[in-house]
């Protein structure tokens, strides 16, 4: 096998050699291997650029697909967030309700409270008034 793989090479090596050998005594020759020389080197110069474009186009494929991932993140997390203001918004109405609430409860509850108090006082009033009656009477005597 390694034989084989050697013997091709020196012939075409070999081959190469005639040629330019012959090429610099056949002006003819020599600018025919002068094109073909240089169709050689822009063809690989054209085969160098393809790969590059290629290159670039995989990069911007990558970089685009890059980019829509952080526009749907970002897009998420504007409607994460706007989930979250608008719960917090209706949290804050339910603590407002609910405090509201409770200061009329409260408010209420002082009302039931005082108008307690007041009749209290009124019974423990009239309750004197009559301890007094009776006891002016028992003066009297």
Do not use: C, W, Y
Request: hydrophobic residues 35%; glycine residues 2%.
């Amino acid at each position: 096998g390694r034989d084989r793989d050697v013997a091709p090479t020196s012939v075409l090596a070999g081959r190469r050699d005639a040629l330019t050998t012959r090429a610099t005594k056949n002006p003819m020759l020599k600018a025919l291997q002068e094109v073909q020389g240089q169709r050689e080197i822009e063809s690989a110069k054209q085969a160098n650029l393809l790969r590059r474009m290629q290159r670039l186009q995989e990069e911007q494929r990558q970089i685009k697909e890059m980019d829509h991932l952080r526009l749907s993140e970002l897009d998420q997390v504007d409607r994460k967030q706007k989930f979250l203001d608008d719960r917090s918004k209706e949290l804050k109405a339910q603590i407002q309700a609910m405090q509201e609430n409770a200061e009329h409860q409260l408010k209420q509850h002082r009302q039931e409270v005082e108008a307690v108090r007041e009749k209290k006082i009124q019974h423990l009033d009239n309750s004197v008034t009559k301890l007094f009656r009776s006891l002016d009477k028992r003066l009297d005597f």
